[in-house]
């Protein structure tokens, strides 16, 4: 047997669950409970989910969207319109060309967005790793059924054969009786000295009359 499996169960042995990792109690404990171990990723992540969370999540979705570009390159346009055609010929300027404000607007908008959009990628990443360790405790689960039902499988051939072997020994052992306790296989033995005798005799006698032939005149 390998050497890394027979540490594994010494040292489950030894020190039982406690030596495991947390994921690994909670599958060994859903097997012995006899409870699924899927869950919905949408539902887990939302039990640890907070309102910045959610907020950074729907900033980054609106942003990478056709609508939030449809939506800017509108106000963009209409600004421009405005401080360019509109309030220049009503004398009043805003914010003429080259658009300082509008400048200093865009700077701020793209240093709010960008740890937003960060904030959501981390959440990203956090959801892949939840997912990934949700699939390992399922496919840990899975590989320990498997295991258990091929020890099943065994123990039961094991258990049919055994039972066929008692079966045929009990068999044998009653023919074996059968057969010692038959009483023409008593009988074969004095019915065959019998014939020998007879036959010996005969021969015996057809001997002693060829003699008597031979000593005639």
């Known amino acids: 047997m390998d050497d890394a499996v027979l540490q594994l169960a010494r040292r489950l ?3 039982g669950v406690t030596g495991l990792s947390d994921r690994e109690q909670r599958v060994i404990t859903h097997i012995a409970k006899r409870l699924h171990v899927s869950r919905d990723i949408n539902v887990v992540q939302q039990e640890v989910q907070t309102f910045g969370d959610r907020l950074a999540d729907k900033v980054a979705r609106f942003g990478g969207s056709w609508t939030f570009i449809v939506v800017f390159t509108s106000m963009l346009l209409g600004w421009v ?3 360019t055609f509109i309030l220049d010929r009503l004398g009043q300027d805003f914010d003429p060309y080259p658009y300082i404000f509008l400048n200093l607007i865009l700077s701020m908008v793209a240093a709010l967005q960008a740890p937003v959009i960060l904030m959501s990628q981390n959440r990203q990443a956090e959801r892949d790793r939840l997912a990934a360790g949700l ?3 399922i496919n ?3 590989e320990i059924e498997i295991m258990a039902l ?3 499988l065994d123990r039961i051939r094991v258990e049919h054969l055994e039972g066929v072997l008692r079966e045929q020994s ?3 052992r009653t023919l074996l009786e ?3 306790n038959d009483p023409s296989r ?3 033995p004095s019915t065959t000295g019998s014939i020998d005798a007879g036959q010996s005799g005969t021969s015996t006698g057809l001997d002693r009359s060829q003699a008597g032939e031979d000593h005639s005149p």
């Open 170 to 172: 009990g068999q044998l």
């Open 186 to 188: 008593r009988t074969i």
């Open 140 to 142: 840990l689960k899975s």
């Open 81 to 83: 319109v405005l401080n």
């Open 13 to 15: 042995v030894d020190g």
């Open 135 to 137: 699939d390992y405790e």
């Open 150 to 152: 091929h020890e099943k």
């Open 178 to 180: 059968r057969v010692e």
